[in-house]
Structure formats: structure tokens, C-alpha cells
């Protein structure tokens, strides 16, 4: 169980510090080999650029673990908090949905590449297969937050239920005192 706890926690951590300091040791090199030694690697700038890629879809999911994606919210600013949870899972929703199509079409994409790139010849395979991981990764990340978001949408129901069970109480006695 700690190390499914500690996946949940660092999985996306790990994959983007590993792939943000790859992309940025391969760019080094290459920028010391051109510019120092007077010649350049031919692989560099392509395998720098499948990193970037996978960085981005890995990326997504991490900001959607955090949420810290860009959001507008002029709309749920209009709310109070139950307002608040209802509008964010209706936007995790739209999400889940865009990324499981993301995947869907994606497999498909993923199955029909049979090309190799031009200067490492390895399959194209594992480029095209970055969205539909990274899509597949965020949309457990959207389930867990829509867990959270019902389950603080359940607690702010039952304390709205709480304080109302209070005030009704709170009537009743004062008409006992009256009568």
C-alpha cells in the first residue's frame, strides 16, 4: 500500500524531472558540440523533441493532479462553496470526456504507425503512443479529483443539513417559550 501511495503522490514528479533534465543534457550537448568541437550530434535535436513531447502529455496530468490548470472562473466566483464543487465537476466531466476520446482516437492513431524516425530510426510507435498515456494518466487524476469533489460536496451537504436541523430546533424552542 506505500508504494501505490507513493506512486499517487510522485509518479508524474519523477517522469518530468527525469525528462526536463534529459531535454535539457541532450540541448547542452548539442550546443557544445556545435559550438566548441565545431560539429553537431544528428539525433539530438529529434530525440530532445520526443522528450518535450512525452514532458507536455505527462505535464497535463500532473497539472490536473495539482489543478493547476488555467481556468476561468468569473462564473463559479458567483458561488458559494456547494456552487462551487458542482461547477468543477462539471468541468472535470467535459475534461474526462475530451481525454477519453483523446485516447480512443489516439489508440487507433498509435495501431496504424508504422514509420521510424528520420535520424534515431526507431518507431514512431512510442511518440504517438505519448498522448494516449498522458491522456490515460489524466483521466485517472480527473477521477480521483471528482472522488474528492463529491466527497467535499457530501460534507458541505450534510453541515448545510447540520445548521439547518440547528435552526429548525432553534424555532421549535423559541415557540415553546412563546406558547
Known amino acids: 500500500m506505500k508504494i ?14 527525469f525528462l526536463s533534465a534529459f531535454t535539457v ?3 547542452f550537448m548539442q550546443v557544445v558540440m556545435r559550438y566548441v568541437f565545431g ?17 507536455i502529455y505527462v505535464g497535463v496530468s500532473y497539472g490536473v493532479k495539482r489543478n493547476k490548470h488555467l481556468g476561468v472562473d468569473a462564473l463559479s466566483m458567483l458561488f458559494q462553496r456547494k456552487g462551487r464543487l458542482i461547477i468543477a465537476m462539471i468541468a ?6 475530451f481525454a477519453l476520446v483523446m485516447t480512443y482516437y489516439g489508440i487507433d492513431i ?5 514509420r521510424t524516425s528520420a535520424a534515431l530510426q526507431i518507431p514512431l510507435f512510442w511518440v ?21 469533489d463529491v466527497r467535499d460536496y457530501r460534507s458541505v451537504k450534510r453541515d448545510e443539513d447540520y445548521k439547518n436541523l440547528d435552526r429548525k430546533e432553534s424555532l421549535a ?4 417559550k412563546t406558547v
Not at 92 to 97: G, Y
Open 39 to 55: 560539429n553537431s550530434l544528428a539525433w539530438s535535436e529529434e530525440i530532445a523533441r520526443y522528450a518535450f513531447i512525452w514532458l
Open 128 to 148: 504517438y503512443l505519448a498522448p494516449v498515456v498522458g491522456m490515460i494518466i489524466t483521466s485517472i487524476r480527473l477521477l480521483q479529483n471528482m472522488a474528492y
Open 173 to 176: 424552542s423559541q415557540e415553546e
Open 4 to 17: 501505490l501511495n507513493w506512486l499517487d503522490e510522485h509518479f508524474e514528479e519523477y517522469i518530468l524531472v
Open 110 to 114: 498509435v495501431a496504424r504507425v508504422t
Open 92 to 97: 472535470n466531466i467535459s475534461f474526462l470526456i
Open 25 to 27: 543534457i541532450i540541448i
